[in-house]
């Protein structure tokens, strides 16, 4: 995982689950990374366990929604460790419903976080990796961007929308990366929003088979370590018992 080493790493919705598993993989691994979240404190806390075990970290309060804080977020990243390799963005939110329960406001928080988060960090870093002259960003999606569910539709789509932001964005770019994780059912907090009790109790039964954190960060690891002219486009993450 030589690649990895010393990359300046920016990661979203780090606070917890992928993110908080991915960061402390890749310093492990060498990497510099940049921890942002709405919760700092604990984003200090995995910033100090990341320091302790000698890695290089650093973290910034961080609403994803907000175009104007991710931008100083990611310039926050390069002021502090002189560029920026990769940007994972990934902070996401879940409250599942059915349409016609009509959580309208549910569907524009899920909009927002989960396609304006991501363009908002491809508006912020797009500029410096161009002039960089290489980067790569990553992009958490999931298997909501393969398949459709009940009470899933929402959400769905706006995985569906990270893939082809995704795909758009790879075929744009020359000297950029562009990686894809789509995680099946796993182990986070993930959905802890949800206000609808059918759709509570259908992700509990669907989590009875699922992946630790732990099994994605290593996906973003493998993604980020190839040789610079190797572009892991998409990667899909299951548990074996899983059928979707």
């Known amino acids: 995982m030589a690649n990895a ?11 917890s689950g992928i993110g908080e598993a991915s960061a402390k993989l890749l310093a492990q691994n060498g990497a510099k990374v940049v921890l942002g979240a709405r919760r700092i404190q604990k984003l200090a806390k995995i910033v100090e366990e990341i320091r302790d075990s000698g890695g290089t970290a650093e973290y910034k309060a961080l ?18 460790l002189g560029r920026v390799d990769v940007i994972f963005n990934n902070a996401g939110v ?5 349409i016609n329960a009509l959580k309208v406001e549910e569907w524009d928080k899920t909009i927002a976080v989960n396609i304006c988060g991501v363009l908002n960090g ?6 410096i990796m161009e002039a960089q002259g290489q980067g790569q ?17 929402v959400y769905c ?12 964005l790879r075929q744009e770019s020359q000297n950029i990366r562009v990686t894809t994780i789509s995680p099946g059912v796993v182990e986070t907090e993930l959905g802890s929003d949800i206000t609808e009790e059918s759709a509570k109790d259908a992700l509990q039964e669907f989590r009875k088979i699922s ?13 980020v ?9 998409e990667i899909i993450v299951r548990p074996t018992a899983s059928a979707f």
Do not use: C
């Open 5 to 15: 080493k010393n990359k300046v790493i920016v990661i979203t919705g780090a606070s």
């Open 63 to 80: 609403d994803v929604t907000n175009r104007k804080a991710m931008k100083e977020f990611i310039h926050f990243a390069k002021d502090q």
């Open 94 to 98: 879940m409250p599942l419903s059915p």
């Open 122 to 127: 491809i508006a912020a870093g797009l500029p």
């Open 137 to 153: 960003f990553i992009n958490t999606a999931s298997i909501g961007a393969h398949i459709v569910v009940p009470t899933g539709a």
């Open 157 to 168: 789509a706006t995985k569906y929308a990270v893939w082809a932001i995704s795909e758009g």
């Open 211 to 223: 992946l630790s954190p732990d099994a994605i960060a290593r996906a973003v690891l493998y993604a």
């Open 225 to 233: 370590s190839q040789p610079d002219d190797v572009d892991v486009n």
